[in-house]
Antibody, heavy 119, light 106 residues
Framework: QVQLQESGPGLVKPSETLSLTCTVSGDSVSNNYWSWIRQSPGKGLEWIGSIHNSGSTTDNPSLKSRVSMSIDASRNQFSLRLSSVTAADTAVYYC?????????????WGQGTLVIVSS | DVQMTQSPSSLSASVGDRVTITCRASQSINNYLNWYQQKPGKAPKFLIY???SLQRGVPSRFSGSGFGTDFTLTISSLQPEDFAIYYC?????????FGQGTKLEI
């Protein structure tokens, strides 16, 4: 079955760049779209963006172009970078598979990883 | 952005009860509406897409309906494992926004 696992630092300093990787098993990152979502107590669930192996990306304008995403097909991974972080970026970050079917759906999620922004 | 508003924010119910959660979109989203269930410390679990289509493996006591701006999630006979937080999400246009959640409590 499809499984996703997030990894990366749990603590990032303000103004630095948050970097997370999602490792996929049971599917190829060369197929489908892949997405990042975060969840913080103050803002609930927030869709960050999505990427396809073709290079096509879509991200949330609320993040003011701080987001970049990439895919490493050789490792079956995709990654998120969020620059110039502040305390407001503290959240549990999830990766998920995104499918197009009557709109989009997020059918498989990683377990999530907590990232705290603090000096 | 499409704003999603759920009601109620929390709901107390008992095993065997029938419950309905409402989700309203700030503009018409046709039937592009998903529902997720989240339990404490876990990732959201995908339940329903296209407003009323059950994901494979989701029990038939879950059902969804609606079109345009108003949608509902109904659980016909609550089971102990159904006590969780439920989120709607519009899948009409990015950014794919979520409702604030409805906490279903015993």
């Amino acid at each position: 079955q499809v499984q996703l696992q997030e990894s990366g630092p749990g603590l990032v300093k303000p103004s630095e760049t948050l970097s997370l990787t999602c490792t996929v098993s049971g599917d190829s990152v060369s197929n489908n779209y892949w997405s990042w979502i975060r969840q913080s107590p103050g803002k609930g669930l927030e869709w960050i963006g999505s990427i396809h192996n073709s290079g096509s990306t879509t991200d949330n304008p609320s993040l003011k172009s701080r987001v970049s995403m990439s895919i490493d097909a050789s490792r079956n991974q995709f990654s998120l970078r969020l620059s110039s972080v502040t305390a407001a970026d503290t959240a549990v970050y999830y990766c998920a598979r995104l499918l197009y079917s009557s709109g989009i759906l997020l059918d498989h999620w990683g377990q999530g990883t907590l990232v705290i922004v603090s000096s | 952005d499409v704003q999603m508003t759920q009601s109620p924010s929390s709901l107390s119910a008992s095993v065997g009860d029938r419950v309905t959660i409402t989700c309203r979109a700030s503009q018409s989203i046709n039937n592009y509406l998903n529902w997720y269930q989240q339990k404490p410390g876990k990732a959201p679990k995908f339940l329903i897409y296209a407003a009323s289509s059950l994901q494979r493996g989701v029990p038939s006591r879950f059902s969804g309906s609606g079109f345009g701006t108003d949608f509902t999630l109904t659980i016909s006979s609550l089971q102990p494992e159904d006590f969780a937080i439920y989120y709607c999400q519009q899948s009409y246009s990015p950014p794919y926004t979520f409702g604030q959640g409805t906490k279903l409590e015993i």
